[in-house]
């Protein structure tokens, strides 16, 4: 079984994770902050390498939790860097419950953390045997 849908949506959902920072780090380029520009892009570009190298297909074995946490470290890692070029969240206009958003980011740690890519493939053998 191929799976092609499950790839696409782990590469084009992480991607689309992504794509805020590519937007802004043009934007910042425009707006004279060079460094935070690179640094932004650089981390873009560090994104798309992690989510093409720890795509589950390539790791069968291993659980999903451990190839989510990368991305989410760069996802971090992005949010930060926001936040501090433009300020905080006192000069954002942010207050302490922007941080509820965290809430559904990390359900995927509690829903498919511990399975593997492997597990899908034996549940749908199964599924096929009693059809």
């Not at 509820?100 to 359900?107: D, G, K, N, R, S």
Request: proline share 4%.
């Amino acid at each position: 079984m191929e799976r092609k849908g499950e790839r696409i949506g782990w590469i084009g959902g992480w991607i689309g994770s992504f794509l805020w920072l590519c937007a802004l780090s043009i934007l910042w380029f425009f707006q004279f902050k060079t460094l935070f520009g690179i640094i932004g892009l650089c981390l873009f570009c560090l994104a798309v390498i992690f989510i093409f190298h720890f795509e589950p297909s390539r790791f069968p074995n291993t659980k999903y939790w451990k190839l989510l946490m990368p991305m989410y470290l760069l996802l971090i890692g992005a949010i930060f860097l926001t936040l501090y070029v433009y300020g905080g969240f006192k000069k954002m206009g942010l207050s302490v419950f922007a941080f509820l958003w965290i809430i559904p980011l990390i359900l995927p740690f509690f829903t498919i953390g511990n399975k593997t890519w492997l597990d899908e493939e034996k549940n749908s053998h199964f599924r096929n045997t009693i059809s």
